[in-house]
């Protein structure tokens, strides 16, 4: 028994030895071969100065004084003339009660249509299939940010999942009983006290400031003072303002900018503006004027016929004004090499180092934006593992 243990114990130390030995070696090796990797990403920059501006709009506010308002239009949609952009009711109660007969529709809708498809196993299928569709239709609609119709598509959803294993009877009783709230209700008609309409065909906000006075037609007088004393003044939207309607499609924003950063800019030119948090794709402007020189600084109006569904909400905005973009692949300073003719890094492909050419389109400082040359074999691509150190690195050694 004594033999036994002390075989043990030698066998255990023996083991112990040779962990301390691999563990040894492995630590040695990294600090010999400090072999260091990240990946490569897609990267933009940009080059930019910053504005204060005001964006003006061909816009008429609407007002209806009386009762409590609905709005029913969606933000960013245009609407024809005559059409319905709100309801008035005499009092909350009346409001919550039309809310609630619309619910209660909706919902007698999606019963009527799951009941209509409960008689096959492939109708159950394609009801499956329609829940999908409103899944993948619900999360593209929060992405957007588009709320307007959230409530309505949540209820169609869920009245669909909750009865789409039911028995016939239960929808039933189920219809029954929500026809019957309905009656008790009434007409949702009879709750209205009036139904405003859009005096004309435009883009509709449910926002108002106090602003909508400016005009396009007059911002070529703005000096940059000007510019400075409608940023800094507060406004509040007139009473009774049920929301405000645009026309056309162009819209401008007027900013003040040193004299220096003008001075290569001419009438037609175009212009990269980033709007920040409230529209994070910089958008495409046209210079429409400069205006005269005042204390170093100088007017100018931009002009554009895109977008105008993003920023129908914005006034007074903090906006960047792109002067140079560099979009490519981001490359770490250390992971740079060069021969002298080319620029060059290493990355792992398989087991092995892969050395890939490169053309490096800005040097930041503290990394490079290099070309992603999708076109070219054997370049560069995100999603690469960059050597970014090792020793004695060459095209096919082997790292793994």
């Given amino acids: 028994m004594k033999k036994t243990d002390l075989a043990i114990r030698i066998t255990a130390l023996v083991f112990f030895i040779a ?21 490569a990403a897609a990267y933009s920059v940009y080059d930019s ?10 816009e008429e506010v609407i007002i209806y004084n009386g009762g409590i308002v609905y709005v029913t239009a969606r933000d960013g949609v245009r609407v024809s003339a005559g059409s319905e952009i709100a309801v ?22 999606q019963l009527e249509t799951i009941e209509s498809t409960l008689e096959s196993a492939s109708d159950l299928v394609k009801l499956d299939s329609d829940i999908k569709d409103r899944i993948i239709e619900l999360r593209r609609v929060l992405e957007k940010h588009d709320l307007a119709d959230l409530t309505d598509m949540m209820l169609a959803l869920t009245t669909l999942a909750r009865f789409k294993d039911s028995e016939a009877s239960q929808i039933d009783a189920t219809l029954d009983s929500l026809k019957a709230e309905l009656e008790d209700l009434g007409m949702v008609s009879n ?33 940059p ?15 009774g303002a049920v929301g405000r309607l645009v026309y056309g499609s162009w819209w401008y ?22 709007f920040g948090a409230s529209y994070s794709v910089p958008v495409k402007m046209q210079v429409i004027s400069i205006g005269k020189p005042e204390n170093g600084m100088k007017s100018v109006i931009l002009g554009s016929n895109k977008n105008l ?16 973009a560099y979009s490519g692949i ?51 691509r995100a999603g690469d593992q960059i050597i970014i150190s090792g020793k004695d690195l060459y095209d096919g050694k082997v790292v793994g």
């Fill in 225 to 239: 003072s000007d510019i400075s004393e409608i940023y800094n003044t507060e406004r509040t939207a007139p009473d």
């Fill in 49 to 58: 100065h910053e504005a204060k501006g005001i964006v003006v709009r061909d």
């Fill in 19 to 39: 962990i301390l030995a691999y563990i040894g070696v492995y630590v040695y090796q990294s600090l010999d071969n400090p072999f260091k990797t990240a990946v």
């Fill in 88 to 109: 008035a009711y005499r009092d909350t109660d009346d409001m919550e009660t039309a809310e609630r007969i619309a619910e209660l529709e909706t919902q007698v809708t």
């Fill in 309 to 324: 569904m993003n920023i129908i909400s914005l006034r007074k905005q903090k906006v960047e004004i792109i002067d140079n």
């Fill in 330 to 380: 981001r490359v770490p300073r250390k992971a740079m090499h060069t021969d002298g003719e080319n620029a060059y890094v290493y990355v792992v492909t398989g087991l092995q180092a892969e050395k890939k050419t490169v053309t490096i389109l800005l040097d930041t400082g503290d990394f490079y934006i290099v070309e992603a040359e999708t076109a070219r074999e054997n370049s560069l």
């Fill in 191 to 223: 709750l209205r006290l009036a139904t405003i309409e859009a005096p004309s065909s435009g883009m509709f906000s449910s926002f108002s400031d106090g602003w909508e006075s400016l005009r396009p037609e007059s911002l070529n007088a703005l000096s």
């Fill in 253 to 274: 924003l007027a900013i003040a900018l040193p004299e220096k950063e003008v001075y290569t800019l001419d009438i037609g030119d175009t212009l990269e503006v980033s």
